[in-house]
């Protein structure tokens, strides 16, 4: 067997590739939390009793999110395949279906919103606050197909590696959420005040300003010609979406998994009064917000591992794959110096309780610990999902977040009287586990396309001398 020997240059030149991709994607990222922010702050203002019905329909609102990102995860990988593979000509016949995935996904996330009183009384929302949040959920149900066709335009625009269109459209929502917020909550411009659901509406607003604002680009920029993406009508071709839906159900399946668990720490310690419910937002919001680095970076992960699954440059699957690692973990070292450094300042930004202040700061330094467990297991998900490899990491992450995190977290915060914690504890815990098994599985998914394929995948690689043909998309294995 003959021993890897990493290229600099190439190395170098990876590095470079993923940094470009990812950096718009992180500004994505941070205009999508901007966009919570901006909620929070303008239904602050109104009323105490407006601000916790926005948090409570947002919570409620990201699931819907995390299922339309999820299942149109499938659209990066598929596309940057094709891209790899001198297949341009075959994306549009794909994007086509995608986009009748997500217009059916977003009839079905507005039916869902619409009808998700019965949710409320379960996760204990109080009665006065039922009708505010079901007003918020009504209004921005509206603006659910949007968000879907959204993110499959995003799908296409990062799978061919043109991912500065996220980044400008997201931060262009963003600037106009604070206007038709302000307008639509405090009543301006001839309209009544309508508090909650006015944020809703003006949410729905921004989304399908985003989806035409984005589309219109897509339609005249030059960098999408001789795609076909809107060259003839199809119906739905079931056998494709079906396609999409095997990569995309696993990879929707994992987000929500990871969502509902901290979902199901929040409740968790909001049986420990008001105090240490304040704190574990402070720490989660804080951690939230540095999340969205290796978060973007995934994503461009799975651009440079999927374009080089199409190439068949099984080298290149493996620099793609390990150079991203390896950034995120430098990424991820900062934000645990930043919070292992300065976490009672980072606290006190948000309050001026002390007791709040001292424990978010203990909070804070739980989540330095699990920062870089937590980028080695998003960056690792993300190569996996280049090679369109999502139905194991479907299992680990179920295993990892809710068959260890989330009772170790229990056991320490309820049972060994750590409080919260414990269930930061049982984070960290849930965390590693994924890490551990995702790096793994990458690791070994990786090496095992070389001695499978052989060497003639690397004869295959379009900048080898004696090439003579290029690789079919996916022709890579990936054992389930």
């Not at 998700?116 to 009384?121: D, E």
């Not at 930061?424 to 001695?451: K, T």
Request: hydrophobic share 55%; net charge positive.
């Amino acid at each position: 067997m003959k021993a890897f020997r990493p290229d600099r240059a190439r190395m170098a030149h990876e590095l470079a590739a993923t940094v470009r991709l990812a950096l718009p994607l992180v500004l994505a990222q941070l205009a999508a939390i901007g966009s919570n922010v901006i909620d929070a702050l303008l239904s602050g203002h109104f009323s105490t009793h407006v601000l916790g019905a926005v948090a409570v329909g947002t919570n409620v609102w990201s699931l819907a999110i995390v299922t339309g990102i999820g299942l149109m995860m499938a659209l990066p990988p598929s596309v940057a395949q094709l891209d790899g593979a001198g297949q341009r000509h075959a994306i549009g016949a794909v994007f086509r279906q995608a986009l009748w995935l997500a217009l059916i996904t977003g009839v079905v996330l507005w039916f869902a919103a619409r009808h998700a009183s019965p949710l409320f009384a379960w996760i204990g929302v109080t009665p006065d606050l039922r009708q505010d949040v079901d007003a918020f959920l009504h209004a921005i149900s509206w603006g659910a197909p949007a968000l879907t066709c959204y993110f499959a335009l995003r799908g296409l625009s990062e799978g061919l590696s043109l991912t500065r269109p996220s980044m400008f459209f997201s931060l262009g929502g963003l600037m106009l959420l604070v206007p038709l917020g302000y307008v639509f909550m405090y009543g301006k411009l001839g309209l009544p005040p309508q508090g909650a659901r006015g944020c809703g509406l003006a949410t729905a607003l921004v989304l399908w300003l985003e989806l035409a604002a984005f589309a219109t680009y897509v339609l005249r920029h030059r960098n999408y010609r001789g795609l076909g993406l809107l060259d003839r009508f199809e119906w739905p071709a079931w056998r494709r979406i079906g396609d999409l839906l095997h990569v995309g159900v696993p990879m929707a399946v994992s987000l929500l998994a990871e969502a509902g668990l901290f979902v199901a720490v929040a409740l968790g310690i909001s049986r420990l009064g008001d105090d240490v419910v304040a704190s574990h937002q402070v720490a989660i919001n804080v951690a939230s917000l540095f999340f969205m680095v290796p978060l973007g970076l995934a994503m461009a992960i799975t651009v440079r591992v999927g374009n080089a699954v199409g190439r068949g440059d099984a080298r290149g699957v493996r620099y793609a794959g390990f150079c991203g690692i390896g950034l995120s973990l430098v990424t991820q070292l900062l934000s645990a110096v930043v919070m292992f450094g300065l976490p009672h300042q980072i606290a006190s930004l948000y309050t001026e309780q002390a007791n709040v202040v001292d424990l978010a700061a203990q909070l804070l330094l739980l989540a330095g610990v699990f920062q870089f467990s937590d980028g080695i297991q998003v960056a690792s998900n993300g190569a996996l999902r280049g090679l369109k490899d999502t139905r194991v990491p479907m299992a680990i992450t179920l295993f990892a977040y809710w068959g260890v995190g989330m009772p170790v977290g229990w056991w320490l915060a309820f049972h060994r009287g750590l409080g919260a914690r414990g269930m930061w504890m049982g984070l960290i815990a849930g965390l590693s586990v994924s890490a551990v098994m995702l790096f793994v599985r990458f690791w070994r998914s990786a090496w095992r396309q070389r001695w499978a394929t052989g060497a003639a995948l690397d004869h295959a690689r379009p900048d080898h001398p004696h090439m003579t043909a290029p690789v079919q998309a996916g022709t890579l294995p990936i054992d389930p």
